[in-house]
């Protein structure tokens, strides 16, 4: 079992950065991969990044690559999203998320959440 809590969204203007972090609980933090999901009004929730359980290897959605960067400090049973840039359209809740593979996209293939982190992105 993984408990997790997002932390650092808020509002942010457009051109503009935020940082946000995902603490987990529990000694098995290290074996999952972790992943960041959105989801804004009216719209599923959609990938945005993941990363493998040893940090080697890490995937984005087109429309946030070489925007947004995916780390994890398992040390601290910590996941970050680093995001640039942002942009109206990355205006969302955000969600943690953890499971067995980083190479999976659909919220569904996902096994333990987050409650989530407001991001909105003004002009």
């Known amino acids: 079992q993984v408990q997790l809590v997002e932390s650092g969204g808020g509002l942010v203007q457009a051109g503009g950065s935020l940082r946000l972090s995902c603490a987990a609980s529990?000694?098995?933090?290290?074996?999952?991969?972790m992943g960041w999901f959105r989801q804004a009004p009216g719209k599923e929730r959609e990938f945005v990044s993941a990363?493998?359980?040893?940090?080697?290897?890490?995937s984005y959605a087109d429309s946030v690559k070489g925007r947004f960067t995916i780390s994890r400090d398992n040390a601290k049973n910590t996941v970050y999203l680093q995001m640039n840039s942002l942009k109206l359209e990355d205006t969302a809740v955000y969600y943690c998320?953890?499971?067995?593979?980083?190479?999976?996209?659909?919220?569904?293939?996902?096994?333990?959440w987050g409650q989530g982190t407001q991001v909105t992105v003004s002009s």
């Open positions: 990363i493998r359980y040893d940090g080697s290897r890490t």
């Open positions: 998320a953890a499971g067995r593979s980083y190479s999976r996209n659909y919220y569904y293939e996902w096994d333990y």
């Open positions: 529990g000694r098995t933090f290290s074996t999952y991969a």
